[in-house]
């Protein structure tokens, strides 16, 4: 059986001698057996403490040992913080304090003299008064907002020594899926190779080496919409900046820092893409999202879709092209390829091809479709790449294998 659990401290002995240590208001001689008796504020038990143990009688705030009047300011501080976040759009928040050494101090002491089981960290105490002062402060303006202590859109750090307030804003995500129906568009923009993006002579000043991105095509509507002062695009995977990506489209998420308005409409960004993209890029199923999603998206373990237009390097029959790609299903082999060795670790994977089928063109082209696991590389698959990627369908079929279009033309991800 468990013993009955026997407080080591008598709490209106320790109610008596905090409140004879020094002058203490009522809401710190509750704060510091703020677990006992519960619906109370600290202020309501302390003076009942107060009263039960027979103790001197409570000092104001002002003149408390203990928190020196700091949450007399909590109006104070609320008030510059409804200025500081001025016309964000947030509906949660959280306030955070950073206290003075001399309150750290305090804190250490009344924990070493006078333990309670039962105490509330002063910091707690702060937050939640100023949390409360702000949500009045708000309803002034006719503006309501609740705490969320796990993500919150946006955050105040009071510093009690300086007096200043911090805001950061929460980023805001987006979760779509984009089409890229033109060739020779990265999904991000890639610095020059000459100059690494300062501008030069083969760039042309702009230190891209690609004139326009995915992202570059689809950010700055969310921007504008949002208001935001920057912003990123993650796609689930990428496809090669010659291959276009059609069907459902690439998911990705937009995340954009410091956003204005985070609640914004969607279609209306969307129209505006379309408008500005020119038919390169398409985005669909636009929603809110959120920071996990980026994880999630990110995730590279999605089936993918290709198909390629295959150059072959001497005439094939159909029925050996038929023959070399039910040979291509299972498992592949793969190096990682020549071409991006220099920037992706050097190792060997293993990926599946669920499905190969096509036809030829002619004897010497054919069209190629292919489902597979992600991160398999399918120009390699049908090229061998040296070797370095075993079965591959230039040895299968026995002559020279290269892919001059790729289309990816679906993401399989549960998302
Ligand atoms: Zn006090
Ligand atoms: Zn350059």
């Known amino acids: 059986m468990d013993k009955p659990v026997v407080p080591a401290v008598d709490p209106i002995e320790l109610a008596f001698a905090l409140a004879s240590a020094g002058p203490i208001c009522d809401r710190c001689l509750g704060r510091r057996l703020a677990g006992l008796g519960s619906g109370l504020l600290n202020q309501e038990r302390g003076q009942a403490l107060r009263a039960a143990s027979g103790a001197s009688a409570a000092a104001h705030e002002a003149t408390c040992w203990v928190c020196q009047g700091t949450f007399l300011r909590a109006g104070e501080w609320a008030g510059k913080a409804v200025q500081l976040v001025g016309d964000h759009e947030f509906s949660t928040f959280l306030f955070g304090v950073r206290l003075t050494p001399r309150q750290e101090a305090v804190e250490e002491y009344l924990d070493e003299r006078f333990p309670s089981p039962w105490a509330e960290p002063f910091k707690r105490d702060l937050n939640r008064a100023l949390g409360k002062a702000f949500e009045w402060a708000l309803a002034e303006w006719g503006r309501a907002a609740a705490v969320d202590f796990a993500r919150p859109d946006v955050q105040f750090t009071v510093d009690l020594e300086s007096g200043r307030i911090e805001l950061v804003v929460a980023p805001v995500f987006f979760y779509g899926r984009y089409r890229k129906l033109a060739r020779g568009i990265p999904q991000t923009h890639w610095p020059c190779r000459s100059c690494h993006g300062r501008g030069c002579a083969s760039c042309g000043g702009t230190g891209k080496q690609y004139p326009i991105s995915v992202e570059e095509l689809v950010l700055p509507a969310f921007l504008a919409a949002t208001g935001g002062t920057g912003g990123h695009l993650h796609g689930a995977g990428r496809e090669d900046i010659d291959a276009r990506m059609l069907g459902r489209g690439r998911p990705f998420v937009v995340e954009v820092k410091e956003p204005r308005r985070r609640t914004i409409d969607l279609a209306a960004v969307a ?86 089928r096509g036809e030829l063109l002619s004897p010497t082209a054919a069209e190629v479709e292919v489902l597979c696991q992600g991160g398999l590389y399918v120009k390699e698959l049908v090229s061998g790449d040296g070797g370095a990627t075993q079965p591959n369908l230039a040895s299968l079929l026995g002559v020279p294998a290269k892919v001059v279009e790729l289309d990816v033309l679906d993401v399989l991800n549960g998302l």
């Open 271 to 356: 129209e505006e893409i379309h408008r500005s993209a020119e038919g390169k890029v398409e985005v669909l199923d636009l929603r809110p999202g959120d920071p996990d999603l980026v994880a999630q998206v990110k995730e590279e373990h999605a089936d993918k879709r290709y198909r390629a237009r295959v150059e072959l390097g001497e005439p094939v029959s159909g029925e050996a092209l038929a023959r070399a790609l039910a040979a291509l299903v299972g498992e592949v082999e793969q190096r990682t390829p020549v071409r991006v060795r220099h920037r992706r670790a050097d190792l060997v994977r293993r990926r599946r091809v669920h499905e190969a």
